[in-house]
């Protein structure tokens, strides 16, 4: 009976996978920066029981995918990876091809079952000519993934994970007739963006979008660790995604790596008393409720269409800078784009002043998040 209670509770566990985007080391100083970073923490984590790279392992050095196999090798956990744009030989009057991701990873399309949970992991990155490239997928590869769903009506959850969003894909009708009998246990995971963001692509699916382990391209001024800033576009830090999936649940968490902070509250317009929520793993239908320093009561925050402010201050940095000191420091620069951030909120607070602590309470289908911020000017 002990024997049988045993199995039953490891049946009832939930399975950790960590989802981890793009660590795209350029030359081998970025392979360094990957080695202490994002390698290092996934290392040092005894919770975990599987990690998936969601492509651009490299940025078009080929190269460099033994060291970057090298760290993930030394993982206690197994490990996969799909192929992402920049995994692939680059040579000249060459269509761009996987020989050596091949020779080196051993499979491009794989899948596989983990405590009732189906895993799909597919190379969505189609060639055009001899450097452009679409998402998509080939003829062969949906007949694939039919059979595939087709063997998956006892499974709890099926996992699709690929490089480019399939909200990015063409082809996309087809790919979802194709998941329509497991849509309501399907669930994807991609990267390719360099930003987070999470949405409902069709009822039942979500996309998880999952930034990049290398932020914005490893760029940006250096921190006590020297590993550069590299803040996403959407105003997320360099981070990744944590699975529990349980049952024919899941839950999610993002984690900045080597930091434990998951939000931020910033003074986004004093004049007005506007504070904007950033939830760095949020999704576009979660919930935001706030409460001001001192206070007892919880407000319930909006969705917001600003820039997230941790993106306004870097580039207002960028701008604020000599062409002279652009010159010389370069990396220290990080490309920002300036769009309004997937997960944003704001609420109005007149009373707390920048300094002080405040409490953001989230939570999504998926996702729960509560903590104590500092409110930032």
Known sequence: MKLLASIALLLQCALRVAFVGDPQADGSGQVVYNQRSIFKELRSRKDLELVIVLGDIVNDDVSLLDPSIASLDSLSVPWFAVPGNHDRDVLSGVPRDLKTWMAKIGYVDTSFVVKGVRFVLMNNVRTKGLRDYEGGFSEAQKSWLDSLVRES????????????????????????NILA?????TTMFCGHTHTVRRHQIEPGIEENICGAACGSWWRGVKDENGLPYALMRCGSPRGYFIADFKGKDYRLDYKPVLREDKASATIADSSAHIVAVNIFGGSEDGRVEYRAAGS??????????????????????????????RKTHKEEFI????????????????????????TIRYKDLHMKVKMK????R
Do not use: C, F
């Open 153 to 176: 009506s006892k499974v709890k959850r099926l996992v699709l994970a690929t490089h480019i969003p399939v909200s990015e894909m063409t082809g996309r009708d087809s790919l979802m």
């Open 181 to 185: 009998p497991v849509a309501g246990k």
């Open 296 to 325: 007892h009561k919880w407000q319930e925050a909006s969705k917001s269409e600003r820039i997230a402010p941790e993106v306004v201050k870097v580039s207002d940095w960028n701008h604020s800078k000599t062409k002279a000191y």
């Open 335 to 358: 490309p920002m784009i300036l769009r309004p951030s997937p997960h944003l909120w704001e609420i109005m607070d007149t009373t707390s002043s920048p300094g002080s602590i405040v």
């Open 373 to 376: 911020v500092r409110l930032q």
